[in-house]
């Protein structure tokens, strides 16, 4: 096996996170990696090594899933539990499994380019430079969506807004007094 397909097989299991998370449907997931493997193998010459891998496969799995998006088919919410429930870590706190299923539904209410920030950073651990050049937008749009989509999410999720630094400025004003 090459070097590339081996690099290339590593990648996989993130790939399927990505697109699991960014379609909300396992077998449209399973679609885009395949197609995202397919474009990486017949464009291979193209990826120069010593480049980050994952950034170029996140890259091409993102545009391959906007053409899709553009052809028509568009991204179903609703939630196919039976099928998901496979794929879900088990858990035996009842608690902590249901602020899972809660938080897979909110990411499900955010529009699609807040939710592709929040994944590729937030679920991903990417930078906020690597999802810009994923996404093909400026640095400053990837921190925007992202902080919409982490407020969309407080929102959603009845949590806590998150204070302003002029707000725990004065909240700490106050208490030293």
Known sequence: MSDFNSLLERQIPRLR????????????????????????????????????????LFTLMHNQHGNTVHQGVRDSLT??????????????????????????????????????????VGLEGMSYEEAAAILDVPIGTVRSRLSRGRDHLRRLMNMPARASSADAAVGLTQQAA
């Open 79 to 120: 939630i196919e539990v039976d099928t998901l429930s496979n794929t879900l870590p088990a858990i035996t706190d009842p608690t902590a499994s249901r602020q899972l299923h809660e938080l897979d539904w909110a990411l499900g209410q955010l529009p699609d380019e807040q939710r592709q920030a929040v994944l590729l």
């Open 17 to 56: 996170r990505y697109a699991r998370a960014l379609t909300r449907n396992i077998s449209r997931a399973d679609d885009l990696v395949q197609d995202t493997l397919v474009r990486a193998l017949t464009k291979q010459d193209l990826w120069q090594p010593g480049t980050n891998l994952r950034a170029w």
